[in-house]
């Protein structure tokens, strides 16, 4: 199946072109490598939100006199609106141009930034961080349907490469900025950033962009299908994000799934009958396509829930500060700007199966070797593993994202997108709260033990539950006027349960990566890559 584009040309740019195979208006309007700058940079402001908030809590929430689980929320609101409107954001740009919905996100989005800064109650931060994720949800998907819509075949895989690493190395960069900034600026300074960022992306965008549609975009919308999605996804989300809290066999947690569950048999069910909706479940007869969206599920729940351990580990166990911890990640970041433009070039050449499949297989090998860091590790092995990880990553986010685009009809990319995006932000979601279920249940088996085996004094039911929580992140609790031969001991008992936590959740992301390995066999180059690719200037 391939789908015809319409160009729209801005004022000045001539007459419209007529079909994909149009050259681009005069000048820069449509320039495939300056799309590509222009996305890149408001891509770049969503993956910096996903890892940069987390240094700024501690002061946030002494600021604004915020709980703990005011601090949660201002992740989870963030990672909620994202996940739940992504496939219905992408479905806005097919319909009304991925140009002007990717605008709209950018302004959008920095305008919430700037909110979020200007906020002296928690309250209010929490709000602005949903309407961040409203309009970061606008914007990725509407990001890959311009690229889609620009290059050609042959250069697309690049393109999503260098898009990749854009993402990649702001989502491990983020923790570094963060702690620069909250360090010597202030907390409020990690969302203005996001300001002149925002500008200087819809400046680009207004002066670069070529809207392209294709033309038998939808023309209507399917809002019982939209509300049956978005519920079903808060559903799932939701499920995910308090199983931590309630526990993963508390009746409130599997009530949601199982409600979840129910809303997406309807929502299947609805778009069967429907005219023109949300997801054409046609899509998903592409075993390719299935199989990316799979893939992309199962490489988040291995890298975002493998970093998140990793930054207790430093911080906590290394006893780095949030800066130092963001520099030893270095080599992960490096790896994955260098890797993904070269996975481009590979995927581009030989297809995406044995690219994905070998990617996989050092992801998981990487975390395998993230399952042996203990106390002693030094730098060097750290940063082995570390760079094992980026350059293992680096195939799978450019080829996946490749295959779900690629297999999708061009009047579909911004669902794709959507899509690609959501399987990427539920599995981070899962990796956190699944691996996290894997180490707190590992540490309340060892830590009683350990705490006896040590000699330490008996604990009660409270004081343990409280130890608990506070091993999980890594930390020893020591009472203040703790002895300091005692305080050494808690610490030792500390880090060694919170370790052998660590390497368990780490063999279950490598398994995980594991069974990644098997589902890239199942890809392939997509089908409909060339439909609406743009030629010229490249």
């Given at each position: ?312 580990y430093l911080q906590s166990v290394h006893g780095l500060s949030p800066v130092e911890a963001g520099l030893h990640l270095l080599p992960l970041t490096g790896m994955m700007i260098v890797g993904s433009p070269l996975a481009g070039v590979m995927i ?8 994905l499949a070998g990617g996989m297989v050092l992801t998981a090998l990487a975390m395998y070797g993230m399952s042996t860091l203990d106390k002693g590790t030094g730098s060097a092995v750290m940063s082995l593993w570390f760079a094992l990880l980026g350059l293992g990553l680096a195939p ?143």
């Open positions: 199946m391939t789908s015809q584009t319409i160009d729209k040309a801005g004022p000045g740019d001539g007459p419209p072109a007529g079909t994909s195979g149009a050259t681009p208006g005069k000048g820069l309007r449509g320039h495939p490598w300056f799309t590509l700058v222009t996305v890149a940079v408001g891509v770049m402001m969503v993956a910096l939100d996903g890892t940069i908030v987390a240094i700024a809590n501690p002061a946030i929430g002494d600021d604004l006199d915020a709980s703990w689980s005011d601090l949660q929320w201002i992740t989870n609101a963030y990672f909620l609106a994202l996940a739940v409107s992504l496939v219905t954001a992408g479905k806005l740009g097919d319909r009304f141009g991925h140009r002007q919905t990717f605008l709209i996100g950018v302004a959008g989005f920095a305008a919430s930034s700037a909110a979020i800064g200007l906020s002296d109650g928690i309250t209010m931060v929490v709000v602005f961080r949903v309407f961040q994720g409203l309009f970061g949800a606008l914007l990725m998907p509407a990001a890959l349907g311009l690229l889609r819509a620009t290059f050609p075949a042959e250069k697309l895989n690049m393109a999503i490469g260098i898009w990749g690493m854009v993402i990649g190395a702001s989502t491990a960069g983020g923790p570094i900025l963060g702690g620069v900034l909250v360090e010597h600026v202030n907390w409020q300074s990690v969302f203005f950033i996001n300001v002149p960022v925002g500008i200087l992306a819809v400046a680009l965008g207004v002066w670069i962009l070529l809207d392209h549609r294709a033309e038998n975009a939808p023309r209507s919308f399917d809002l019982l299908g939209i509300a049956l999605l978005s519920a079903a996804m808060f559903c799932l989300v939701w499920a995910v994000i308090k199983a931590p809290e309630w526990g993963w066999g508390d009746v409130r947690t599997w009530s949601f799934i199982a409600g979840s569950l129910v809303l997406f048999a309807g929502f299947a069910f609805w778009e069967t009958k429907v005219k023109e909706p949300l997801i054409p479940l046609g899509l998903f007869r592409s075993v390719p396509l299935s199989a990316g969206v799979v893939l992309m599920v199962l490489m988040a729940i291995a890298f975002m829930g493998g970093l998140f351990f990793v930054t207790f581009t050449k030989a297809g995406p199966r044995i690219p799978v986010m450019v080829g996946a994202t490749e295959v779900i685009v690629g297999n999708a009809p061009l009047d579909l990319s911004g669902v794709a997108g959507g899509l690609q995006q959501s399987a990427m932000q539920i599995g981070g979601s899962l990796g956190t709260a699944v691996l996290g279920a894997v180490m707190a249940s590992k540490v309340d088996s060892d830590l009683p033990a350990n705490w006896a085996d040590a000699g330490l004094p008996p604990l009660s039911p409270e004081q343990l539950e409280l130890a608990e929580e506070a091993v999980q992140k890594g930390v020893a609790p020591v009472p203040e006027g703790t002895p300091a031969q005692i305080a050494a001991k808690i610490t030792d008992v500390a880090h060694d349960t919170f370790l052998s936590g660590m390497s368990l959740a780490s063999l279950v992301a490598a398994g995980v990566a594991a069974v990644a390995v098997l589902v890239a066999f199942l890809t392939k180059r997509g089908e409909n890559a060339e439909a609406g690719a743009g030629v010229g200037h490249i």
